[in-house]
């Protein structure tokens, strides 16, 4: 199966389930997360915050709640048409696989439980496209379900299953310097701590 008919078959599990998606999102704590993108960011406030991967919406709402400008994408026309209307934010319908993105426009990018749907072979150019698109010094956050590096179909869905060393060597092969990282959900023991979580900056120079 090509990465195109990968990202096609994820985004049909996606657009057939937004509506039950939604409802059993929307009420995920996940500021943690945003603090940490928020938190890492060194530009004068207001940001310029691209929400990759941004469903619903519902983090594009507590970006623009903040005060900051948010920005969607999503591969799922669903998605896009309900974030839009949920948000009231600009949002943008575009594969991961095939990214169009303005060059150093973004302070952050939040890419919280997204990434891992890119085939292993596709996310080096992925993440220069995110390289490319935030301004220098600007921070990249990002959310995944950690494994041990295992790749696969997961049910209707594709998932690339990182740990945190393979992560880091990817994303450093890509330019980005490392600010942190930690295990959801907080305060629990790690083997009850599946998502990983990461903080990356764009070198200023």
Known sequence: MTPDEISRRTLEHYNRNADAFFAGTIDHDVSQNIGALLDAI???????????????GRDLKTFTGLGHRAIGLDGSIRFVEMARSFSGCEVWH??????????????????????????????????????GALKP???????????????????????????????????????????QHYYRPPGLPREQQPWLASVWRKPLA
């Open 42 to 56: 060194e530009a004068p406030a207001p940001y310029t915050i691209l929400d990759l991967g941004c469903g619903p």
């Open 94 to 131: 575009q594969d991961f696989l095939h990214l169009d993105l303005p060059g150093a426009m973004f302070d952050g990018i939040f890419a919280n439980a997204v990434l891992f749907h890119v085939p292993s072979a596709n996310l080096p150019a992925v993440l220069a496209a995110l390289h």
């Open 137 to 179: 010094g600007g921070v990249l956050f990002s959310s995944n379900p950690r494994g041990h590096n295992e790749e696969g179909w997961n049910g209707p869905r594709y998932g690339s299953y990182y740990d945190y060393e393979t992560w880091e060597a990817q994303l450093q092969r890509a330019g980005f310097l490392p600010v």
